[in-house]
């Protein structure tokens, strides 16, 4: 009598039989299980072409061998140290401050650890604080494994002390009787799994799309480039539902991140939303995570690309039903979720500025890091290149007092191609304020313009690259998404930022800028050594760079966001004016807030609101909604009263709405 096993030991040995080619790939790996190996090894490849199945895989491997694997998903988690030191804490075990902690805990573990990085491209905005910081301080049992996309930057070998302490493995296709026997094992015959490979060309998302679908059309596809093949073969698989209700909800979770439970409920509140998430988890392409279910993105584009051209309409119409349960969901989603909901926002973000920085696409050849002493000349070459005397004396007094705020570009070569220089108004000092007489404008505009107590600013004063000064160019691109990273840190009590250059940037940049809400302020004009300094805001809003955020989403889409509450400091925000919320006002209108366009009735109010310190028959909660609607204005019929049980919140009153 066979022996008996559980599920989870049938599952992983059904998985390792289906694990078809990678030999080479998986020994490379194993030998991190010796304590000699290099302690940084960079998993690389195309979309789809097998880097997670390889890492599970391994992940099997190393734990018959008695290792510790400790694997997280970049998409899972904010790209601060913050989020990253959270997650791992999460992972194995204890609060993790601080790299400190993180190296204490981790040396703890008495077993080889292998810690891996699975979809790293999301994470670039991380990449020179775990070069510099993180991994410099693991312990020599810990082999740390970056999987992602993107070749590494060179500076992962660059580096002085990196050498030997680096490895890079690039996946490539399978070799043909790999791919043969990839399709085999779905019931193809040899002879039509060769002539498939023709346009598949060993690819392994495009195989298993190929091994299910009924005859795909080889003379169709052979011609196109392989991303081409996927999404030719991603649509004919979409064809081939009959099934209406998986159809559609295949593309609609193909417009959003990731998708749940409550999104299906939201884009299609006809079909059952348990039934619709059981039946896309038992998809190929399809992936479990904590926060729901992800489409390959390779397939994901291309459904949602597919529908958008042949159904706009639908299209734009999941996405905005998505946005605004999210928008309900994240008024009391804990701390610690805030970055799945951004990111969420974000995906719905078509604005390719805002989508590109935080969901990056292309090769990108630049690093930056915090500017080193030996720096210094190259800095000021550049500047005295683009620079009057007057504004080099302003940036060299700031390199005197505040090294600190320069952050550098280096290209593959580790040459300084760009800079910029960003810091908070509290590190202004009277000898930094007297030489900068744009920094001087800036203080007279906070001081006019102040932010509520709590919140903050950020000045960015200067940036410059070698060869565009303040034009296009890829090391300007990585210096602005480095500052996006200051804002992922600052969040949720970044208000502001301030930046200043000259009239032909701002005629390069105008549109975007524009789009992306910067202010041109005219009175903080600044004419130094002939030459003309505008200055530019991007005032957040009260709910700083989430509400920002939400609000470009909410452009997009036609969709009303304005924040009525904010939170911070407890007032009613309408048409621009303020009004001050007692206690007892803010409570109840935070709940009614939440619930949006339900009926709450009174004695939920009380319980919650109250904590039943009043009986059902009290008129407490009228006398509170009254003294807010009196606070609405002409806008008091966003609290409607439903007879016989309480009252209603809309974001848009209706005319005939009793109250």
């Known amino acids: 009598m066979p022996a008996i096993g559980t599920v989870r030991e049938l599952l992983a040995d059904s998985a390792q039989k289906t694990f078809i080619g990678r030999e080479q790939e998986l020994e490379i790996l194993s030998e991190a299980l010796e304590a000699q190996m290099p302690p940084v090894t960079f998993v690389h490849g195309i979309g789809g072409i097998g880097k997670s199945r390889l890492l599970e895989a391994f ?56 810690l891996i990085l699975d979809n790293y491209e999301v994470l670039r905005l991380l990449d020179t604080w775990l070069r510099q910081d993180f991994v410099p301080s693991l312990p020599t049992t810990v082999h740390m494994i970056l999987s992602g996309r993107e070749a ?57 799309l190929a091994g299910i679908l009924v005859g795909p059309k080889p003379a169709d596809l052979e011609d196109l480039a392989l991303h081409r093949v996927i999404e030719e073969l991603a649509r004919m698989y979409l064809a081939e539902i009959s099934d209406e209700i998986t159809r559609h909800a295949i593309e609609a979770a193909s417009v959003v991140r990731c998708v749940t439970v409550s999104l299906f409920r939201a884009m299609l509140p006809e079909a059952a939303p348990q039934d619709l998430y059981e039946r896309l988890r038992a998809l190929p392409f399809v992936h479990g995570q904590r926060d729901g279910l992800h489409i390959h993105d390779s397939v994901q584009q291309a459904i949602a690309m597919g529908l958008k051209a042949s159904d706009p309409s639908r299209y734009r119409s999941y996405r905005r039903a998505a946005w605004n349960q999210l928008r309900t969901e994240v008024r009391t989603a804990p701390p610690a979720e805030l970055w799945r909901y951004t990111a969420d926002m974000l995906y719905l973000l078509e604005n390719s500025i805002i989508r590109e920085a935080f969901f990056p696409t292309g090769a990108h050849t630049y690093a930056l890091e915090p500017a080193r002493q030996e720096d210094a000349q190259a800095i000021f070459e550049i500047v005295r290149k683009w620079e009057g005397p007057g504004a080099t004396r302003a940036l060299e007094s700031w390199w005197t007092h505040l090294p600190q705020a320069f952050s550098v570009a280096r290209d593959s ?19 930094l304020l007297a030489a900068d007489p744009v920094l001087q404008k800036w203080l007279e505009h906070l001081q006019t313009s102040a932010v509520p107590s709590g919140q903050t600013v950020l000045f960015c004063r200067r940036w410059l690259c070698t060869d565009a000064g303040e034009g296009p160019c890829g090391a300007q691109a990585a210096c602005w998404l480095d500052i996006k990273r200051a804002y992922m840190r ?5 208000r502001r930022i301030y930046f200043a250059a000259t009239p032909s940037a ?9 789009q992306l809400g910067f202010q041109v302020i005219p009175a903080a004009d600044v004419n130094q050594d002939g030459h003309e300094y505008k200055t530019a805001i991007l005032d957040f809003g009260p709910a700083s760079v989430d509400g920002w955020l939400a609000g470009l989403v909410a452009a997009e889409l036609g969709v009303n966001s304005q924040e009525l509450l904010d939170f911070e400091s407890r007032e009613l925000v309408l048409d621009g004016r303020r009004e001050p919320l007692t206690r007892l006002e803010f409570s109840l209108l935070r709940y009614l807030h939440a619930r949006e366009g ?14 039943n310190k009043y009986d059902v028959g009290s008129n407490v909660v009228d006398v509170v909604v009254r003294s807010l609607r009196k606070k609405f204005g002409n806008q008091a019929g966003l609290i409607e009263t439903v007879p016989g049980c309480g009252y209603r919140f809309r974001r848009t009153a209706r005319p005939d709405s009793p109250s």
């Open 59 to 114: 992940s099997t491997l190393a734990r018959a061998h008695k290792a510790f694997v400790v694997r997280l998903d970049c998409r899972q988690f904010e790209p601060t140290p913050l989020g990253f030191l959270r997650e791992l804490g999460m992972a194995i075990g204890g609060d993790l401050a601080s790299v400190r902690e993180a190296s204490k805990r981790l040396t703890q573990i008495p077993h080889r650890v292998i």
């Open 152 to 208: 590494p930057l060179t500076l992962w070998l660059s580096t002085p002390g990196w050498d030997g302490l680096f490895r890079s493995v690039a996946l490539e296709p399978l070799h043909e009787s790999e791919a043969i026997e990839v399709l085999a094992s779905s019931g193809m015959s040899e002879s039509r799994a060769r002539h498939v490979n023709r346009f598949t060309r060993g690819h392994p998302l495009a195989l298993t």
């Open 413 to 431: 070569e580790r040459k300084l191609a760009g800079f910029y220089c960003m810091f908070q108004p509290e590190s202004l000092s009277p000898e």
């Open 490 to 494: 600052l969040r949720p009590h970044l």
């Open 506 to 514: 701002f005629n390069t940049f105008g549109v975007a800028l524009g």
């Open 598 to 611: 339900c009926a709450v009735d009174r004695e939920l109010l009380l319980r919650d609101v109250w904590g």
